[in-house]
């Protein structure tokens, strides 16, 4: 889910970090927040320029100050350095731990070679599949997806479809490979591939655990007489 602080202007189709955008997504805060921006400048030392044709230099190292965190980021010709880039939101919050380290790696590994990002993303919905149907002990990955698929929405069985083709095209690369690792491979569809691919964890774990937790919480906090008052109901429908 994308936070978007108070005073940002509207999202745009693409809110990840570019060079001198009024806002983006803050790769220190991960909110949609207004930038400030400065040429970076040393004491003892001089900064790299580059040299124009009409003789004027062009700064190449920028920084960019969050409004929101105050955090800043750092940036060299138009590509950001520090933090290091990383595709997608943050894992949930009820993400189980093993699945949460593999997530984060592929996160950050997506930005310097998206085949690897998509493996990994793979691994991290298998993973997540295996805790969240250990019956299924032996089972490939295309099998735990058939299964699970008959417990999630729609749209989340297609994401798992796409997870189990680009994810094997990445961990098994043909001569020719398929169409969605050509995606997943490019520059302009790429990474948006690959966060789809790292959603689908985070999908997995809000309709399969952070859901029924919350219900539960509220049919919990029901005063008993309602209840009481939905049981016999149930009773009838085993009885017919």
């Known amino acids: 889910m994308l936070h978007v602080a108070g005073e940002a202007s509207a999202v745009p189709d693409d809110p990840r970090p570019r060079l001198n955008a009024d806002a983006f997504v803050c790769p220190q805060c991960n909110v949609f927040a207004h930038q400030y921006w400065s040429n ?3 004491q003892s030392f001089s900064i790299e320029t580059e040299q124009r044709p ?3 230099a062009r700064a190449l190292w920028k920084a960019a100050l969050c409004k929101r965190c105050g ?3 750092i940036w060299r010709d138009g590509q950001m350095l520090y933090p290091l880039q990383r595709l997608g939101d943050a894992p949930h919050e009820l993400m189980p731990e093993p699945v949460r380290e593999l997530y984060e790696e592929a996160a950050a590994v997506a930005m310097v ?3 690897a990002g998509a493996a990994l993303a793979r691994a991290t919905v298998e993973r997540l599949l295996k805790h969240l149907d250990p019956d299924a ?3 490939n990955l295309e ?3 058939e299964r699970i698929s008959q417990r999630v929405s729609t749209p989340l ?3 798992l479809d796409i997870v189990r083709i680009a994810g094997n095209g990445a961990v098994h690369p043909k001569d020719e490979p398929d169409e969605i690792v050509v995606i997943a491979l490019s520059d ?3 990474p948006a591939l690959l966060e789809l691919l790292l959603d689908t964890a985070n999908q997995l774990v809000d309709e399969l655990i952070a859901r029924p937790a919350r219900t539960q919480n509220l049919w919990d906090r029901l005063p008993q007489w309602l209840k009481d008052k939905r049981r016999p109901a149930e009773e009838s429908q085993e009885i017919a």
């Open 40 to 42: 970076l400048a040393a």
């Open 54 to 56: 009409d003789g004027t």
């Open 71 to 73: 955090k800043p980021s």
């Open 113 to 115: 070679s998206r085949r």
């Open 137 to 139: 002990k032996q089972a």
């Open 143 to 145: 099998t735990r997806i």
């Open 157 to 159: 069985g297609q994401q």
């Open 188 to 190: 302009e569809d790429g």
